[in-house]
C-alpha cells in the first residue's frame, strides 16, 4: 500500500497542472506565475537564470510563440514522480510529450522540477531537461 501524496507533493501536481494548462493556453503571464524566481532552467547546453517574470518575458519577445517546435500545437504529462520532499520543496522527475494539431507526437522529454514554496507561493524554482 503506498502513502497518500503529502501537502507539499499535492501542491507540486497542482502547480505543474497549471503550469501545463497555461502554457498550453499561451497564457504567458498565468505561465511565468507558475514559477518561483529566481527561476533557472538547464536545456540544450545552457543555463539560464531569470531573476524577474519581467526579465523571462523581455528576453522572449512574443512571449516564446514559435520557439517550442516546429508545427508543436499542444503538449501533456506522460508521468510525473516524486522523487524527494519536505513541507517546502519537492523534486519531480517528469515525462512530457509534445503534439502536433492531428495528436501526432512530435517528441517525448525526460525532465527534473524542483518546486518551491516561497513565501506562500508554490511555484516551479528550477528545470533540468532534455528539451531545446
Known sequence: MTNPPSI???QAIVVTDTFMTTFNAHDWKAH???FN???IRIAGGTV???NTPEQLANEYPG???GRIEPDWSYSAWDS???VHSSDDKVHLAVQFTRYDQSGAKIATYRA???ITCVAGHWGIQAR????P
Open 80 to 82: 510525473r514522480e516524486v
Open 128 to 131: 533540468s531537461s532534455f528539451a
Open 37 to 39: 524566481f529566481p527561476h
Open 48 to 50: 539560464n537564470v531569470w
Open 112 to 114: 527534473l522540477y524542483v
Open 32 to 34: 511565468f506565475g507558475t
Open 63 to 65: 512571449h516564446w510563440d
Open 8 to 10: 507539499s507533493e499535492a
